[in-house]
């Protein structure tokens, strides 16, 4: 059965940084895709960022461009996300994804979901 463990989440003040970690196991075999979703309080889920075939492209919301990078390193079965010159509207709980193929930015085009980590930037 594939998990996926986040971390790295915790509260830091506008433009400081956090790199968020996604460990995965159970695999059968290596996701096609990743991503990084975020969720507001009162908001609907949204893609951050995501990378196709173990990094050989990254995608990234207009809202997080030059500030954050989506990373990956398939021998330790780890996604990262690092987040730099945060603000506090990228405040929410943040989720890694995996799937078999589609658009990056789809809640539908993955299978397996990791539980959470949350991120607060403070003003």
């Known amino acids: 059965q594939v998990q996926l463990v986040e971390s790295g989440g915790g509260s830091v003040q506008a433009g400081g940084s956090l790199r968020l970690s996604c460990v995965g196991s159970g695999y059968t075999y290596s996701p096609y895709v990743m991503g990084w979703f975020r969720q507001a309080p009162g908001k609907e889920r949204e893609g951050v960022a995501g990378?196709?075939?173990?990094?050989?492209?990254?995608y990234y919301a207009d809202s997080v461009k030059g500030r954050f990078t989506i990373s990956q390193d398939n021998a330790k079965h780890t996604l990262y996300l690092q987040m730099n010159s945060l603000k506090p509207e990228d405040t929410g709980m943040y989720y890694c994804?995996?799937?078999?193929?589609?658009?990056?930015?789809?809640?539908?085009?993955?299978?397996?979901w990791g539980q959470g980590t949350q991120v607060t930037v403070s003003s």
């Open positions: 990378i196709y075939n173990g990094g050989t492209s990254t």
């Open positions: 994804a995996a799937g078999d193929g589609g658009k990056w930015y789809a809640l539908t085009t993955y299978n397996y």
